[in-house]
């Protein structure tokens, strides 16, 4: 029996819900992989904000820090300002835990229909691996004069070579593993920006030398948005500092069919610390508490938390119920073109979950 002590998190809006069906699809199928799952909830997002006036309490990455993994919802709320919820609960999780790698798979499903003309379920099937503790994100900077006239802020990004290093030879290992197109694409700003971008273009170029059997392309962020929607199915792994694989990976969810199918991992490559696993849309107040949130994308990270631990088959069969639920089309949520609600997808995929 494989025990796993999971720390849940489900944030706030959708992440409520979608999280619980999450939860549903792994209590289906720890059983018939011998998996025993313990989950401890901590109730941190907005509401324990307004309670308490922090996002989590002060001690919260020493209550994470034993666990094996963290399955993590969505945090934003239109009543307090983004970058106090952010920097608050999800932000000091990935670089505290030193989530350096969030890798991101888009895949464009049998049964489901891309706003791209001429592009085929099987076609698209790419994984963004974004830096995810550096970079753009850098928590440096600071205003001065704030709120006068003369107000000025700064905003800095950091890049190390170490930093640069580590996440895009985890993009060529990870091309290597995947045996598919064996490509890794680069992507950049160093015509603009001539010190951070030029130094990841540097540690690109070194870390391909290593890798002579995986084939490289180097796009400026610009054209690989344009490429994301012109030539998706090109790409096999992207790799991209903090803020531009944010960007590209909300690109990459639309056009493989909705960002409530798009899974996301922030990972500690070494296990020194627990990996946080979540889907990539946020908490979408415009559908919260109307019942109708895609929980795909949520149970699909559940999925790579599951493959994450090693629980290899149980990953497998979760990946398949998907599939299944997608292929059939008969109990989809309203972005992808039904009239189900989250719990009638998560009860689906739960069915599912036990005989694929
Ligand atoms: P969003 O991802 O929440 O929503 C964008 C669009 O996608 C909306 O139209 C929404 O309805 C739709 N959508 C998102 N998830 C869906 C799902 N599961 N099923 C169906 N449709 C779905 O992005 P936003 O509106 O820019 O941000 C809303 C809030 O979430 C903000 O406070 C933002 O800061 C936060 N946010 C948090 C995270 C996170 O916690 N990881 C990620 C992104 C945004
Ligand atoms: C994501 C989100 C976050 C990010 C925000 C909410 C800080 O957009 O996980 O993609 O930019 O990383
Ligand atoms: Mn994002």
């Known amino acids: 029996m494989a025990k796993y002590n999971i720390a849940v998190i489900r944030g706030d809006g959708v992440g409520v819900d979608v999280i619980e069906e999450g939860l549903r699809v792994m209590r289906a199928v720890a059983?018939?992989?011998?998996i025993e799952f313990v989950f401890q909830e901590f109730p941190w997002g907005t509401a324990y904000y307004l309670e308490h006036g922090r996002m989590m309490p002060p001690d919260?990455?020493?209550?994470l820090g034993p666990f094996d993994a963290i399955y993590f919802g969505a945090v934003g709320h239109p009543?307090?300002?983004?970058?106090?919820t952010l920097h608050g609960l999800l932000l000091p999780i990935r670089r505290g835990f030193d989530q350096y790698v969030c890798e991101r798979p888009n895949v464009l499903?049998?049964?489901?229909?891309?706003?791209?003309?001429?592009?085929?379920?099987?076609?698209?099937?790419?994984?963004?691996?974004?830096?995810?503790t550096e970079g753009e994100y850098a928590d440096v900077g600071g205003f001065q004069y704030q709120y006068t006239e003369q107000e000025v802020a700064i905003q800095s990004a950091v890049f190390t070579r170490h930093g640069c290093e580590r996440v895009i030879r985890y993009a060529f290992e990870l091309a290597r593993?995947?045996?598919?197109?064996?490509?890794?694409?680069?992507?950049?700003?160093?015509?603009?920006?001539?010190?951070?971008?030029?130094?990841?273009?540097?540690?690109?170029?070194?870390?391909?030398r290593e890798y002579p059997d995986i084939s490289t392309e180097s796009l400026l962020v610009d054209a690989a948005c344009m490429n994301f929607i012109r030539r998706p199915e090109s790409f096999d792994v992207v790799v991209a500092s903090n803020l531009f694989g944010d960007i590209l990976t909300d690109i990459g969810a639309i056009v493989t069919g909705s960002m409530g199918l798009a899974p996301s991992g922030n990972v500690n490559p070494e296990g020194r610390y627990p990996s946080c696993f979540e889907p990539v849309h946020g908490s979408a107040p415009d559908i919260a508490g109307k019942g109708i949130a895609n929980p795909l994308a949520a149970i699909?990270?559940?999925?790579?938390?599951l493959r994450h631990l090693g629980a290899e088959d149980a990953a497998s069969a979760v990946q398949r119920a998907v599939e299944r639920v997608l292929a059939e089309g008969k109990v989809l949520t309203p972005d992808l073109g039904g009239a189900a609600t989250t719990l009638q997808v998560g009860e689906a995929v739960a069915r599912l979950v036990t005989s694929v």
């Open 31 to 34: 059983p018939r992989h011998g």
């Open 60 to 63: 919260a990455l020493d209550l």
């Open 79 to 84: 009543d307090v300002p983004d970058h106090i």
């Open 109 to 132: 499903y049998p049964g489901v229909t891309t706003p791209l003309r001429g592009k085929n379920p099987g076609e698209i099937d790419l994984v963004v691996v974004r830096e995810n």
């Open 177 to 208: 593993r995947r045996g598919k197109k064996r490509r890794v694409t680069s992507v950049t700003k160093s015509n603009a920006q001539r010190y951070g971008m030029v130094l990841w273009d540097r540690a690109f170029a070194d870390v391909s």
């Open 300 to 305: 699909l990270s559940a999925g790579m938390m």
